[in-house]
């Protein structure tokens, strides 16, 4: 990812003009160990299954990815995108196969069968109804904790 002082001048303003909404202080959450959570991962790549539908530019959406799956492509629009760490390995913008490596070794419970890949260069405003979809989905699959790839 390119530093924001690398970038033009009228990019830098555009990025730091978004709007990023106040959700006020939140209070931390009790809940079992980490040993006994299932982790699903949130991406901000805009990475998805090869064959599905492309993000488009400022895509409010998400993709659900599935644990097992390895064949991915980004969709990410954005010229400052660097994607070499992702063409060489996966997991610098999709760790999945650390948590495969965590389940593994017990110190998470297990992997969540769907992870969730949305596009970072949306405002958080718009994103806001399909991050509530998202996070609806993992309670509902029984996601106790949630390892964010911002990207």
Excluded: K
């Excluded at 033009?8 to 079992?32: F, H």
């Excluded at 901000?44 to 644990?67: K, Q």
Aim: with cysteine.
């Amino acid at each position: 990812m390119v530093r924001l002082n690398d970038l033009r001048e009228s990019t830098q303003r555009a990025l730091l003009d978004l709007d990023c909404p106040d959700y006020g202080p939140t209070r931390p959450v009790e809940g079992p160990p980490l040993a006994e959570r299932t982790v699903a991962i949130v991406s901000t790549a805009g990475i998805h299954r090869r064959g599905d539908r492309p993000f488009s530019w400022g895509a409010r959406d998400f993709r659900e990815i599935g644990r097992h799956e390895r064949d991915m492509v980004i969709s990410h629009v954005s010229v400052n995108f660097d994607r070499t760490g992702f063409q060489q390995d996966l997991n610098t913008i999709w760790p999945i196969d650390r948590l495969e490596e965590l389940a593994a070794g017990g110190h998470i419970g297990d992997v969540a069968p769907l992870g969730y890949s949305f596009v970072g260069a949306t405002s958080p405003t718009e994103m806001e109804t399909a991050a509530a979809e998202a996070a609806t989905a993992m309670r509902a699959a029984g996601v106790g904790a949630v390892l964010l790839a911002p990207v």
